[in-house]
Nanobody
Framework: QVQLAESGGGLVQAGGSLRLSCAAS????????MGWYRQAPGKQRELAAV?????????ADSVKGRFTISRDNAKNTWTVYLQMNNLKPEDTAVYYC?????????WGQGTQVTVSS
């Protein structure tokens, strides 16, 4: 089983930046990818960015060019970061870290990101 600990959310003005972190613990050897999803009020949870164990990344069109997902490359660790630049009010959401292990997924508790106009 994988446990996820998120940090880094907060309140920022439009055009500002935030960095989210997510550290995995437990059965990290089983992880083949991690990422961030987000859920705005009244909307479905959607993909923001993901990275796999080969370092390949995928982004939602709405965040391309503004968000960057990266991974701590230290051996036997899985910590991912989401650098969010040029934030917009529409980026306001709860951001959830997720880890994929075979057919199972683990989720963090979520961290609030609020962007004021």
């Amino acid at each position: 089983q994988v446990q996820l600990a998120e940090s880094g959310g907060g309140l920022v003005q439009a055009g500002g930046s935030l960095r989210l972190s997510c550290a995995a613990s437990g059965s990290i050897f089983s992880i083949n990818g991690m990422g961030w999803y987000r859920q705005a009020p009244g909307k479905q949870r959607e993909l923001a960015a993901v990275i796999n164990n080969a370092g390949s990344t995928n982004y939602a069109d709405s965040v391309k060019g503004r968000f960057t997902i990266s991974r701590d490359n230290a051996k036997n660790t899985w910590t991912v970061y989401l650098q969010m630049n040029n934030l917009k009010p529409e980026d306001t959401a709860v951001y959830y870290c997720t880890a994929a292990s075979g057919v199972a997924s683990s989720w963090g508790q979520g961290t609030q990101v609020t962007v004021s106009s």
